[in-house]
């Protein structure tokens, strides 16, 4: 930019003007001048009015010319104006006013003729001055007029020596819009788009709570917007309908509504196409709330528009309640007060679950630090949460109640739970698995429990390592919880602070000792079996079976309702549950099973076993090697067939 020319023609003009009353200033006053309205090496002082003293004496203002601006001090009422030569297109006189018109036709300063004349001038005087004024401000280039007229380069040029000047906020706005103008027109130029979202985004960082960051954050949605970025683009236009005025989040509330109307795809599969990172805080806000709700690092979401693909733990997500996702279970999010209790359950419990397809006999957990197993045990509710976080999890919680006994110790500093099985199956990986993938010490496990012959195992299990959210990041987002809460009404912090507690670490100890796969392979010789991958569902379906027949031995009509109900719910077919189900109603015998059945039918008298012969019947059972699950089933079947 030529300022040289500026100031030559500044001086020009203000010779001119002799009715302004200006005189000589001094090295001392110019230097004071500066300190006073710190200016820049750069700007140099032209011209000034009047000494001080006669402002006092004469009631008028204070005026001083630049290479810049135009800088005015109202002394009386204790104010100071600004005009920046490039923001004046056109100056006019009328009613004793000077008009300023920027690039846009609109006045955005009215001076009173006094701040420049002293005294009494005539309209042909005003006319004059409005006009070396005009002449003067056509010099100074008008950085949005160049962008306007698609000079670009000239206009960021332009911009960017005005920053030398004064760097001043509103000057930092004026080239991100233009980078952002640029980009928008180039037929999505890759290269000048992310040029601009780089200038977006560091002048959003230079002007944070400014009243125009609203206006960048727009910008920057629309940019990533036609980047194809589209969840940035969302949050972007969130944050910018957070901080923008009232008349203007209409707008940007149905622009936000067309981008998820436009982009139903990203939206039924979120969880899956969204970084976790990105996606791993979210919050439900009422529709005529979100407006005033957006801040880095959470998502909002309207209440009555979630995406179909997110699962809460309960099926009944709450306003304004924080949710944080499940580190392995891309679908499911959790009450962010309850999810290191509630992850940390779910992890134990699909450990144990493994630990029993893989043969437990015995699992035995002792809480070494912080909650105690007794807290959970006697809050039934607390372990199905826990359970719904994860897709299987129910399976530890079933087993455990309906085949295992249990035994529990208290002491002082610990509190363990003993579960005690009657394994049959030989070790196998169970197929529905969240946390697995992600634990080597469980992988070699397995490994070594399905190749070899491990007998007993121990690992401990911290709830600081199950959740993934450091001290740091929970500081963060406790400030940034503080900030929203405040833009929602009816909520009051102090209830945020109470939900996020700082957690007390907690450690169990998880010892298993596993049969023997010799054991086991003996008896699955004997057992009979419809398929040897049964899965979780198929499991829980074929102990319902059980305990409909356990009464007598058949299945009644309302029995057959239950179940049929029950295959529904565990998404199995009816050809395989009819399978499943005669599997148990019409089984087919081993020799060793048939053998048994033969031993019993000589001892049955009016088709009961003696109670004198029970001993004799264990003998059976050990004879021909038949488990005691196994034999009560055909036990019953002998007692209840006609």
């Not at 940019?223 to 707008?251: C, D, F, H, V």
């Not at 149905?254 to 436009?262: H, M, Q, S």
């Not at 305990?547 to 299945?555: K, L």
């Amino acid at each position: 930019m030529d300022t040289t020319s500026l100031t030559k023609r500044l001086k020009i003009e203000i010779d001119g003007w002799l009715s302004l009353g200006g005189i000589e200033t001094s090295k001392e006053e110019i230097r004071d001048i500066k300190k006073e309205w710190n200016l820049g090496p750069k700007e140099d002082v032209i011209f000034r009015s009047l000494p001080l003293s006669f402002f006092i004496c004469l009631r008028v203002p204070f005026v001083f010319f630049t290479n810049y601006a135009i800088y005015i001090k109202d002394i009386l009422n204790k104010t100071k104006d600004i005009i920046r030569w490039w923001e004046i297109t056109k100056v006019s006189y009328e009613n004793e006013h000077f008009m300023f018109f920027n690039s846009e036709g609109k006045i955005f300063k009215n001076i009173n003729v006094r701040a420049f004349f002293p005294k009494e001038i005539s309209i042909s005087t005003g006319v004059d001055f409005s006009e070396g004024l005009t002449s003067v401000a056509s010099i100074a280039p008008n950085p949005l007029q160049l962008a306007q007229e698609n000079k670009y380069s000239e206009a960021i040029e332009a911009v960017n020596y005005y920053i030398t000047i004064e760097s001043s906020i509103e000057l930092y706005v004026t080239r991100a819009f233009i980078y952002y103008d640029r980009a928008i027109k180039s037929n999505d130029n890759k290269n000048l788009l992310q040029e601009a979202l780089t200038e977006i985004e560091k002048t959003i960082d230079h002007c944070k709570d400014h009243k125009e960051c609203w206006e960048l954050h727009k910008y920057k949605g629309h940019i990533l917007e036609l980047m194809g970025k589209t969840t940035n683009s969302r949050n972007a236009y969130m944050k910018s309908l957070a901080e923008a005025p009232e008349e203007q989040k209409y707008k940007l509330q149905n622009r936000i509504t067309k981008l998820e109307e436009a982009n139903t795809d990203l939206w039924d599969n979120y969880v899956l196409k969204v970084p976790y990172k990105e996606r791993k805080y979210i919050m439900l806000v009422e529709d005529s709330k979100i407006k005033n709700c957006a801040i880095s690092g959470i998502t909002i979401f309207n209440s009555s528009n979630v995406p179909n693909c997110i699962n809460f733990y309960d099926n009944m997500p709450l306003n304004n309640e924080l949710y944080v996702g499940h580190p392995y279970n891309p679908s499911v999010y959790i009450p962010y007060n309850q999810a290191e209790d509630i992850l940390f359950q779910d992890k134990i419990q699909e450990f144990c679950y493994i630990l029993q397809q893989l043969g437990a006999e015995e699992i035995t957990i002792t809480s070494l630090k912080g909650r105690k197993i007794n807290e959970t045990n006697n809050k039934k509710e607390e372990l199905e949460v826990a359970a719904n976080a994860g897709r299987f999890a129910n399976a530890f919680l079933n087993i455990c109640s309906s085949t295992s006994n249990l035994m529990d110790r208290t002491s002082h500093e610990q509190y363990d739970v003993k579960y005690v099985y009657d394994p049959i199956d030989m070790p196998e990986m169970p197929s529905e698995t969240i946390w697995y993938q992600n634990q080597p010490k469980w992988q070699r496990l397995v490994q070594s429990r399905i190749d070899g012959n491990t007998l007993e195992y121990t690992e401990c299990i911290s709830s600081k390592l199950t959740f993934f959210t450091s001290s740091s990041e929970k500081e963060d987002i406790k400030a940034k919880l503080k900030v929203l809460m405040a833009n929602i009404e009816g909520r009051i912090y102090e209830e945020e602070e109470k939900q996020l507690r700082e957690d007390i670490e907690t450690i169990w100890r998880v010892s298993v000792k596993f049969r023997s796969k010799n054991l086991l392979q003996e008896k699955s010789q004997s057992r009979n079996t419809i398929s040897s991958t049964l899965t979780y569902k198929e499991k829980e379906f074929l102990n319902e079976v059980r305990f409909c027949i356990e009464d007598d031995g058949i299945i009644d009509n309302s029995e057959q309702i239950f179940l049929n109900k029950t295959r529904e719910k565990l998404g199995l077919t009816e050809e395989r549950a009819k399978e499943l189900q005669e599997s148990i109603l019409k089984p087919q015998f081993t020799e060793n099973e048939k053998e048994y059945i033969n031993a019993l039918s000589e001892l049955m008298i009016d088709g009961q076993i003696p109670e004198s012969a029970q001993r004799i019947v264990e003998r059976f059972r050990n004879l021909y090697e038949i488990d005691e699950q196994r034999a009560n089933e055909i036990e019953k079947r002998l007692l209840y067939e006609p």
